[in-house]
């Protein structure tokens, strides 16, 4: 269902902010910030080791309700493109315990890479995302396509994988 916004909403700075409560894309294909995500295992993975490939980036936490109700469908869904060269990444936001972090990939058997953002660094390079859960599609020339804030409708996000992971690099 989609909310009614006010017309004095439409020109405020809280739509720019909030992404347009969730439903608005990217309006240009803007690139993805290179970044450099610290997986769980101590490894690391770059936006640039990603290149060519479809990617999801899910700014998340653990205590966060709507994170945790949306983890099934992320996981899914990246079962069900991995093998058409999508790649999902999992970015715990900087206040979350890595313990905490831990426990929920192993006792959840996260498929996907899961990254710390222990400092911050890259939430603010992805936009200075504060609101959980914020995901981000890149396409395989590394441009953003979409941003949702908020738990994505996620047979409109298969829909847009599909398209992506149709297209040429």
């Keep these: 269902m989609t909310p009614r916004l006010r017309p004095w909403l439409l020109a405020s700075p809280w ?41 999801l980036v899910n700014f998340w936490a653990t205590t966060c309700v709507s994170c945790v109700k949306e983890m099934p ?3 899914e869904t990246h079962r069900r493109f991995a093998p ?7 970015v715990a936001m900087s206040y ?28 603010r390079a992805w ?5 959980t859960p914020t995901t981000y599609i890149v396409d395989r020339r590394g441009r953003i396509v979409k941003r949702y804030v908020g738990e994505p409708d996620f047979a409109a996000l298969a829909a847009l994988l599909d398209k992506l992971l149709a297209e040429a690099a």
Excluded at 24 to 39: D, I, M
């Design 84 to 90: 058409r060269g999508f790649e999902t990444v999992a």
């Design 96 to 123: 979350d315990p890595p313990e905490w972090v831990a426990n929920f990939t192993r006792t959840r058997q996260l498929p996907f890479k899961v990254a710390l953002d222990s400092d911050g660094a890259l939430a």
């Design 127 to 131: 936009g200075d995302v504060k609101l």
């Design 15 to 55: 739509l720019a902010a909030f992404g347009g409560l969730g439903l608005a894309g990217c309006s240009s294909a803007e690139r993805a910030p290179a970044s450099t995500f610290r997986l769980l295992d101590g490894s690391t993975l770059t936006t640039a080791d990603l290149q060519g490939r479809v990617l």
């Design 73 to 75: 469908q992320l996981i």
